[in-house]
């Protein structure tokens, strides 16, 4: 059996939007019928990936019965399909003392095509990066998946620039799930109360973004294997938790890799609940397949490291996948990938649930 040396660093709910004005377009919204379902997982032994395991080695299970799948891409396999870096950056506005994007974000000005081309170097698949960032109350897509080096690090580089001074990005006006409310005003349980986070009047939505750039990205419905990388401090001006993020993931079948910024080393104790957030942030990584890494702040050599090893993790993992049967009405299924044998390691991901 072959094994890949695991990296050592530790990576350890539809969204309606608003109407949009001119320069805008709506997000796709979820829960529509699936085309194509892929699921993602990795398997490993003690610190170790597997990489060879063969198509008989797993079973999918539809609903809690075995069921066919037509799409086996793992590891070892010649001609990859395509793997996608889905980038989103929280660069919400400075707030004294709790978070400076400019501080945070010192890669930006260090940024060149290089960097960019290195990430985007052709491996066992084909990469692709697609960036993203939130302000306020608004998602914008700086540059859709592609393999342009010089378009991508242009969007880097731009992260911090004002919005409406740059062309050729889409703009969407985000709004929250159902069930949940901007902190400081309307009802709210002992859990959510209008104190819940120190300076939550001046964040923006990020946990809000975070749904709709999943959206965005899986409505092409294309056989792509994605994952998803969110640069933030996990803290928003809403009551929207963490977990409404990874239930959206877990629906669409991509992991999720948080960079929690900004607290390493920084947070007192007197801030325990912003603290608390920032660790349910965290635990996305473990909630959908991915893993979770913390940094003060991110120069160009730790964004390269990062970016890296979130590309290795996602060259490391198999997929499987069908074409759902256009027969009859459509209607949610649970869908969950076990191993034969529990000699062949341990799985992690490969649940999700789809319509079809």
Not at 79 to 93: A, H, Q, S, Y
């Amino acid at each position: 059996m072959r094994r890949v040396t695991l990296a050592v660093i530790l990576f350890s709910a539809s969204l309606a939007l608003a109407q949009p004005s001119q320069d805008e377009i709506p997000a796709v919204m979820f829960h529509s019928q699936t085309r194509l379902v892929l699921l993602s997982f990795h398997v490993t032994h003690g610190k170790n990936y597997v990489a060879d395991l063969k198509q008989s080695d797993i079973v999918l299970l539809e609903d809690g019965k075995p069921r066919q799948f037509s799409i086996f891409d793992s590891p070892a396999t010649l001609g990859r399909m395509p793997l996608e870096l889905v980038l989103l950056f929280d660069i919400n506005p400075r707030i004294e003392y709790f978070w400076d994007p400019a501080a945070v974000y010192r890669f930006i000005p260090q940024w060149n095509q290089e960097l960019t081309q290195a990430i985007l170097e052709k491996e066992a698949a084909d990469i692709r990066v697609s960036v993203y960032s939130c302000f306020g109350q608004k998602l914008y897509k700086l540059c859709p998946a592609g393999t342009d080096a010089r378009r991508v690090t242009a969007a880097i580089r731009g992260l911090l620039t004002p919005r409406p001074t740059l062309e050729g990005i889409q703009a969407f006006s985000l709004s929250m799930p159902p069930k949940r409310d901007a902190v400081g005003r309307g009802p709210f349980t002992n859990d959510y109360p209008t104190s819940y986070f120190v300076s939550a009047e001046h964040r923006g939505w990020p946990m809000e973004a975070a749904i709709g750039t999943l959206n965005d990205v899986a409505a092409a419905q294309d056989k792509v294997a994605r994952v998803f990388v969110m640069f933030s401090e996990g803290i928003g001006a809403t009551t929207t938790v963490p977990e409404d993020v990874g239930n959206e993931a877990l629906d669409l079948g991509i992991p999720i890799y948080p960079v929690a910024t900004n607290y390493l080393g920084h947070i007192e104790p007197q801030y325990p609940r912003n603290l608390f957030r920032m660790r349910e942030f965290e635990a996305l990584g473990k909630m959908t397949g991915g893993r979770s890494v913390e940094y003060t702040s991110i120069d160009a050599a730790a964004l390269e490291r990062i970016l890296e090893n979130v590309k290795n993790d996602g060259l490391s993992q198999y997929i499987v996948g069908f074409v759902p049967s256009s027969e009859g009405a459509a209607q949610e299924h649970r869908l969950e990938v076990k191993l034969v044998s529990k000699s062949s390691g341990s799985l992690d991901g490969g649940k999700r649930r789809a319509t079809y």
